[in-house]
């Protein structure tokens, strides 16, 4: 299975991504921002980072970036995505999931290794965790606050769209202690804490986040 | 030259985390009687052709899909020179 992972000016954690779809099994294939098309990948991960210096708001230039256009259509038709930290602010930017992620309630980067638990399994990203499983994955950003009206949370939480929560503390004042959404149909997600730095432990706590990149391997063998 | 004025804030029900640090350090400053602060942005767009009602709504279609998030933020637009 191949996996694109695109870089935009000032991502950071592309290289960390692709590692994490290899050691999971995949083959990462490289995407670049000015790309037009996605190379017949079958699943597209945005990574963490800065992009375009997230002058503006976090992720607003970034959706308007040349690759976001077959992303977004191919997103809308069911390509599994997944976009973590700056990549969860751009697909909230391009409308692929509701809401968006505002400067953290403390006014503090917050970088720490951070609990959470797996609220749906139903999604492409994290079939491969059982529901209301523990994990520890790191947590590192400035703008990680997710909201969105009441309304749009509660059909989150009817809809069982809640994929991901802190626990043990809010970690950046996230209404709900949400820490990662789906859209409906449960192939696009969307999360702030890193699974792509947690896939071995030379470099990370655990090695809890492996499975993320594991459930969209098998995803695809099952469709 | 013709410039249009775009002005982005917060939504009311939405946390404002800088103008909240704005208000703690005017509080340090003395001004003990402001109420609370809230911290937008202002975009000033010069064109150079005359301006036309046209213009003026694909500025606003512009402010609705960049400049600001219409998620979070509300915007205003008026026309200067």
Redesign the interface.
Known sequence: MRIGVVTFPGSLDDGDAARAVRMAGGQAVALWHGDADLRGVDAVVLPGGFSYGDYLRCGAIARFAPVMQPVAGAARAGLPVLGICNGFQILCESHLLPGALIRNDHRTFVCRDQRLRIDSNATAWTAAYETGTEIVVPLKNGEGGYVADERTLDELEGEGRVVVRYIGGNPNGSYREIAGITNARGNVVGLMPHPEHAVDTLTGPTTDGLRMFESVLRSRVAS | MPRVVVDVM?KP???D??G??VHGALHRLGFDRVAAVRQGKRFEIEFDSEMTPELVARVEQAAGT??A?P??EDFTIHVEG
């Open positions: 917060p029900e939405i946390l985390p800088q909240k640090a960049l400049l998030n998620v979070i």
